[in-house]
């Protein structure tokens, strides 16, 4: 469908087809239309745009990877098909791995989600011969490689259920979780959470890989608190739905 750059919704609309034209491709499995749409009711509820908060969460986000000696950024259908180069450019960035690991585990979507990735500019991807299991989950999800996600000291995560969240931290893994719901299991769990849309999310914390330097990090990491950066997004939300009489549309 022609979406005129004029519309107001234009980004949005944008994304939305991105996610419809790559389940008719097989790369997003048919639930992941309605994690999108999930996706998008907080996405509007913080304005369509990373907020000021959400600047310390990147910045140490980022921190953490240049500290880590095994990043990987594990990527599902929903991730390929929004930010596929944008996962391509951290990973080279920060020297980390990606890998492939699917909720609704299909081996045919592993290798075209592999495709879209190495179309991306990716080297070396993961996952498409999994040989380890993640301790204590049940589904396929546990699934993954001994020399990625397994030995990986921090893994990023987008879109993720957070029972493999839990389980990896569990590993003693540092977990960046991108996740627009700061309600989920996911962003509750993890060590860092990203509470931005994926597109957006993943240039900025690679933009702040660059801007920080190696002897700044472990301060940037002590000093972060996620259960209080995830306390001022629900505060900004509340103020946002508290003021919207007042402010009407300009608000939405
Ligand atoms: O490709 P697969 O088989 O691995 O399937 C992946 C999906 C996405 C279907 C699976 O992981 C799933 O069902 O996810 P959930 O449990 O619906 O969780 C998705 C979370 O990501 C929700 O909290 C959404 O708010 C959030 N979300 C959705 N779209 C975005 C997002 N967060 C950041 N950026 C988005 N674009």
């Not at 004029?6 to 034209?21: A, G």
């Not at 769990?189 to 999310?201: G, L, P, S």
């Not at 946002?240 to 608000?251: D, H, P, S, V």
């Amino acid at each position: 469908m022609m979406i005129p750059k004029t519309h107001p919704r234009y980004t949005s609309l944008m994304l939305r087809e991105k996610i419809s034209q790559a389940m008719k491709r097989g790369i997003v499995h048919e639930t992941g239309l309605i994690a999108h749409g999930r996706g998008e009711t907080f996405d509007y509820l913080i304005g369509e745009r990373t907020l000021p908060v959400t600047k310390g969460a990147e910045k140490t986000a980022a921190a953490c990877l240049i500290d880590s000696t095994h990043p990987v950024i594990s990527i599902n259908g929903n991730v390929a098909a929004l930010a596929a180069k944008e996962c391509c450019d951290l990973a080279k960035t920060v020297g980390a791995q990606l890998e492939v690991n699917l909720f609704h585990y299909d081996k045919e979507r592993v290798l075209r989600v592999a495709k879209v990735l190495k179309e991306n500019g990716a080297d070396a991807i993961r996952g498409l011969h999994p040989d380890k299991k993640i301790p204590d989950l049940d589904h396929s999800r546990a699934n993954c490689c001994s020399q990625g996600i397994y030995k990986a000291d921090v893994v990023v995560v987008a879109l993720e259920d957070g029972d493999r969240c839990q389980a990896l931290k569990n590993m003693g893994k540092t977990i960046i979780a991108i996740d627009l719901n700061p309600l989920s299991r996911t962003a509750q769990t993890a060590t860092i959470t990203i509470v931005d849309n994926v597109v957006r999310a993943l240039p900025r914390i690679t933009e702040w890989t660059k801007q920080i330097s190696p002897d700044e990090t472990q301060k940037i990491i002590q000093d972060y608190d996620n259960e209080k950066y995830l306390r001022e997004v629900l505060d900004y939300i509340t103020h946002r739905l508290r003021n919207f009489e007042k402010a009407g549309m300009e608000l939405f």
